[in-house]
């Protein structure tokens, strides 16, 4: 745990280096979350929520319990399973997203706003945009790096979630785990 927390602290570290325009209004700083408290975590936020459904589907899919987990611990309510198998599509499927959505100025600023209690919300536009943009990306065809074959983007975790149950049913000696470049 204490290797991902420090991983986590690096790659965050340098998050505000890769926003390249309207670096003021979505100024990252650290990560923050429950509730976010500035429009990039807010987007980071929402993104992530809609990959973990993403895997919790897959997981489900293939007859596997998306809430017990190997890396993240088995709390009531947690799809630990779902974040475990998100853990190397994060960057990929959600954070790059985000910053391609800033630093092409698809996102701004007013569509975000505060909440009495210092968190900070997107609103309706804003989100249908973000929505739109992340259909749009599970379209995009790449060459899944261990199957060696052509797949929609929006189809790796369901991928993943497949060639994860083939492991842990004995079908393949090891996971193979998503990387991508």
């Given amino acids: 745990m204490a290797v991902e927390g420090n991983a986590a602290s ?10 390249l325009h ?14 976010p408290r500035n429009a990039m975590n807010a987007l980071l936020s929402f993104l992530h929520a809609l990959l973990t459904n993403e895997a919790v ?8 319990d998306p809430y017990v ?9 947690r799809p ?10 994060r960057p990929i499927y959600a954070d790059r997203l985000a910053l391609s959505l800033v630093n ?5 600023a007013k569509g975000f706003a505060s909440k009495e209690s210092g968190g900070i919300v997107m609103d ?3 989100r249908k945009i973000v929505i739109s943009a992340w259909q749009e990306r599970k379209k995009e065809v790449i060459l899944h790096p ?36």
């Fill in 57 to 64: 589907s897959a997981l489900e899919t293939v007859g596997l």
């Fill in 22 to 35: 309207q670096k003021d209004d979505f100024h990252f700083g650290e990560r923050s979350r429950r509730p």
């Fill in 69 to 77: 987990g190997f890396m993240h611990a088995n709390r009531p309510g």
């Fill in 10 to 19: 690096v790659y965050f570290g340098v998050f505000d280096h890769l926003i």
């Fill in 80 to 89: 630990s399973l779902a974040l475990d198998l998100m853990e190397a599509l």
């Fill in 124 to 126: 309706d536009d804003t």
């Fill in 104 to 108: 092409r100025k698809q996102i701004t």
């Fill in 146 to 181: 261990f199957l060696k074959e052509r797949i929609p983007f929006g189809l790796i975790p369901h991928v993943q979630a497949t060639l994860l149950a083939r492991h842990l049913r004995g079908d393949l000696d090891a996971y193979p785990p998503f990387f991508w470049n």
